[in-house]
């Protein structure tokens, strides 16, 4: 389809581990947004992109946490040395032209579990 | 800092009417909807960019009151497909904690 596709769906780590999940865009959109959801909860910002530039990072919460975009199209979510308070749903979001006041196109997420 | 909602949980009858509202401390200088089904990704609803806008997006229409810093979203006559977790957020893509609504027949 041409939906925002993220992988694995699902991904299961020790505490300490690192994990990259995986987003790839609706086609030609310039922002790409990442969220973490925890149960019950709303998405929660994490970072933003414009093409490749990472414009706004202000929601990543703490320097575990990675974010990537290099050519402006598939990004990857890093998580280094993981904590079970990591655990939750990780949404990609894209829309077509850049700024925020734009509608966005989420992904199905990735459910992260760290054990 | 998010956006509060409110009511945390409404059921309704099919046909039934509801209100959710989201309000804000801090300036709201615009406001965006979606809805989540559960398992599902969030769908965009709509976006309310000046005060005193409203939209419509079928029976669901919003509006935004720039001055008191708070939007509502309205559903009427609603309907089963109309049940899911309905979230707010301002212009810096913080989201409130969500409605959960379901709708029975």
């Known amino acids: 389809g041409a939906g925002v596709s993220q992988s694995p769906r699902y991904k299961v780590a020790k505490r300490g581990q690192d994990v990259a999940l995986r987003c790839d865009p609706i086609?030609?959109?310039?922002?790409l947004f990442w969220y973490q959801q925890a149960l019950g909860q709303g998405p929660e910002f994490l970072t933003y992109f414009q093409n490749e530039a990472q414009l706004d990072k202000s929601g990543l919460p703490s320097d575990r946490f990675f974010a990537e975009r290099p050519e402006g199209s598939v990004s990857t979510l890093k998580i280094q040395r993981t904590q079970q308070e990591d655990s939750a749903v990780y949404l990609c979001?894209?829309?077509?032209?850049?700024?925020?006041?734009?509608?966005?196109?989420f992904g199905d997420g990735t459910r992260l579990s760290i054990l | 800092q998010q956006p509060v909602q409110s009511p945390q949980a409404v059921i309704l009858r099919e046909g039934e009417d509801a209100v959710i509202n989201c309000s804000s401390s801090?300036?709201?200088?615009?406001v965006h909807w979606y809805r989540q089904k559960h398992g599902e990704a969030p769908v965009f609803l709509m976006i309310l960019l000046k005060g005193g806008e409203q939209k419509g997006h079928e029976k669901i229409s919003a509006s935004f009151n720039e001055k008191k810093q708070q939007s509502s979203l309205y559903l009427t006559a609603s309907q089963l497909s109309y049940s899911g977790t309905y979230f707010c957020?301002?212009?810096?893509?913080?989201f409130g904690a969500g409605t959960r609504l379901t709708v029975k027949p």
């Open positions: 086609s030609g959109h310039v922002s």
């Open positions: 979001a894209s829309s077509l032209v850049g700024g925020y006041n734009q509608p966005q196109h």
């Open positions: 957020g301002n212009a810096n893509m913080r």
């Open positions: 801090k300036a709201l200088y615009s």
